[in-house]
């Protein structure tokens, strides 16, 4: 089984474009671009980074190393060259749980499974099925996902230092806001943070215009000593190069040793394991329905197409690696990704950049990366912002289908108050229910009497689950006459509750001591009746239209069934 799973792997590759620039276009003006665009990212990497890895309840290098290892992995092979993944919010408020009550030991062993997982998704390609997500839904998690990176800067409002660890949700922490004049300095800063960087491709495509808003603002704020909070208030990110750390302790007791960060290491035993593959579950889910959704909205904007397997096993490389690294995990980051493609990042090299760049500020850098303003960073982020909700949904909710608005409203909300994952698959499912009733109430037959005195019901619409009822109420057995043929020319038999439906149908007029045919069977629904039993004659004549056959049907095949 191995041996075939291997074999069946090498002939269909997951790991297909691993090219750091596409076409080979590897000139000056691209580099410079490519290097510029990953560095603005890893400037607005750090405090989200940091703000994330509060609420996880996890110390800052914590989140800072995620980022830098995910973001490093993801470049080099994800699916979709531009995209940007680090540790998020979205992940970090299901693991302040985890934390809490099992230690940072526990987390880094989720991470190393739920990577796990995420790699046997890519293998097994399920990430086709994000296929499957509406455009309402997608609206829906971009707008939530731009209210929920607005929530996250909020606590850059706070006073440094007065954040609760593991409290608030989204990485907005509990804390003491600021007040009067500091107040009114970091809203002056953002604001003109904002406006340098609306203006700047108005005047020069040389530097990212993020950029020039970060090191405008950096520059007066330094020069002038202007008394607002900086990175380094908010942590040291002052660290060394991240090294392998093993979180499981093979004794079988957790308390004969302790972890990098002082809790208890995880014990290998079936009991971690049950205790941690929830959360794994959990996390896998949401970082590969927020990464898929997010390379989505990238292809969208560059242009390109697939990669949704490769990214899957890319997430689940860079996780599994990370928990061995004392990350804590992460997957793509909208906000940042957008940062990048605003900045002209196309290839992996802006991707590498960024987590270079981060790895130097850890290593060496942290003096003066933390004299940054924050306002500057979230004056960035407020512009990342503006550029991801989706403003037209507002136009889109007033003239589409009462349901698709519903939709865009509930996945939006769901998103910010709960998670993603839940967002996206409540979205999912409300969509697929209402598309079922609508084909449910569009089932009707038009019926005409053969010179030989047969009444024809020529039906149109599918037979599924949700019209069998309607497809029931079409026939009188009553009042037609000895032979009735059901055309299905205009319809498809679905699924079992359709073959139930045909099989007490012909059991009404059984009873009436009546006949029933069944005629235009297409290849599938042929299939689907042969296997279940109920045709008399064997004929694949009739799914090809050339000879309209007549199907006696076999009643008491599926009978008893409730």
């Known amino acids: 089984m191995t041996r075939s799973f291997l074999a069946a792997l090498a002939k269909n590759p997951v790991l297909t474009n691993l090219q750091l620039v596409p076409d080979g276009a590897y000139t000056a003006s ?36 995620a980022a830098f290892i995910v973001g490093l992995i993801t470049a080099l092979i994800g699916g ?44 097994l390609k399920w990430g086709k099925f994000i296929r499957l997500v509406p455009h309402p839904v997608m609206l829906g998690f971009v707008n939530g996902l731009a209210i929920v990176i607005f929530l996250a800067q909020l606590s850059q409002f706070q006073k440094p230092g007065t954040a609760e660890h593991g409290s608030g949700g989204h990485g907005m922490a509990a804390g003491e806001w600021l007040g009067g004049a500091e107040l009114s300095l970091m809203l002056a800063l953002t604001v003109l943070t904002m406006g340098i960087i609306w203006a700047t491709p108005k005047v020069t495509k040389v530097v990212p215009a993020p950029l020039a808003g970060i090191g405008i603002v950096a520059l007066l704020v330094i020069a002038f000593d202007i008394p607002v909070p900086r990175v380094g208030d908010l942590a040291e990110i002052a660290g060394g190069f991240p090294t392998f750390h093993n979180p499981f302790s093979f004794a079988g007791n957790a308390s004969v040793a302790q972890g990098i960060y002082g809790d208890l290491l995880a014990p290998l035993t079936l009991e971690t394991f049950w205790i941690i593959l929830p959360y794994a579950l ?11 959704l997010t390379l989505n909205l990238v292809g969208a904007i560059t242009g390109k197409r697939g990669g949704a397997s490769q990214e899957c096993v890319a997430q689940g490389v860079a996780n599994t690696v990370t928990g061995f690294f004392g990350g804590m995990g992460g997957c793509a980051m909208i906000g940042q990704s957008m940062i990048n493609v605003n900045s002209g990042g196309r290839t992996r090299i802006a991707g590498i950049a960024a987590a270079l760049f981060l790895l130097t500020f850890i290593l060496v850098g942290a003096p003066v990366i933390e004299q940054i303003p924050l306002a500057a960073l979230v004056g960035v982020m407020f512009m990342v912002v503006i550029g991801t909700f989706a403003w037209n949904s507002f136009n889109i909710i007033r003239k589409a289908p009462r349901t698709d608005a519903f939709v865009i409203i509930l996945v939006t909300i769901t998103t910010v108050m709960y998670d993603l994952a839940t967002a996206v698959v409540v979205g999912v499912i409300v969509s697929a229910l209402a598309y079922a009733w609508q084909n449910a109430t569009r089932i009707h037959a038009k019926t005409h009497t053969t010179p030989e005195g047969a009444k024809v019901y020529a039906i149109d619409g599918p037979l599924f689950f949700g019209s069998t009822s309607g497809f029931d109420e079409l026939f009188t057995p009553a009042e037609d006459p000895s032979l009735v043929v059901i055309d299905f020319a205009d319809s498809r038999v679905a699924d079992q509750s359709a ?51 007549d199907y006696s049907v076999k009643t008491g095949q599926l009978a008893g069934g409730h």
């Open 30 to 65: 691209r580099w410079r671009i490519e290097v510029l665009s990953g560095l603005t990212v890893a400037l607005a990497l750090v405090p989200e980074a940091v703000a994330f890895a509060f609420v996880a309840g996890v110390h800052p290098l914590v989140g800072l190393y």
């Open 80 to 123: 979709r060259p531009g995209m940007i993944s680090g540790a998020t919010g979205a992940l970090a408020v299901v693991m302040v749980a985890l934390v809490a009550q099992h230690g940072v030991e526990y987390l880094f062993a989720t991470v190393i499974l739920m990577g796990l997982i995420q790699i046997a998704v890519g293998v």
């Open 282 to 292: 959990i996390l896998a889910a949401i970082g590969l329905i927020e990464s898929l």
């Open 499 to 549: 073959l139930q439906a045909i099989e007490a149908v012909a059991a009404r007029y059984e009873a009436e001591g009546k006949k029933v045919q069944l005629r235009h069977l297409s290849h599938d629904c042929h299939e689907l009746l042969t296997n279940a039993g109920q045709l008399m004659v064997d004929s694949d004549d009739d799914p090809d239209y050339a000879i309209a056959v």
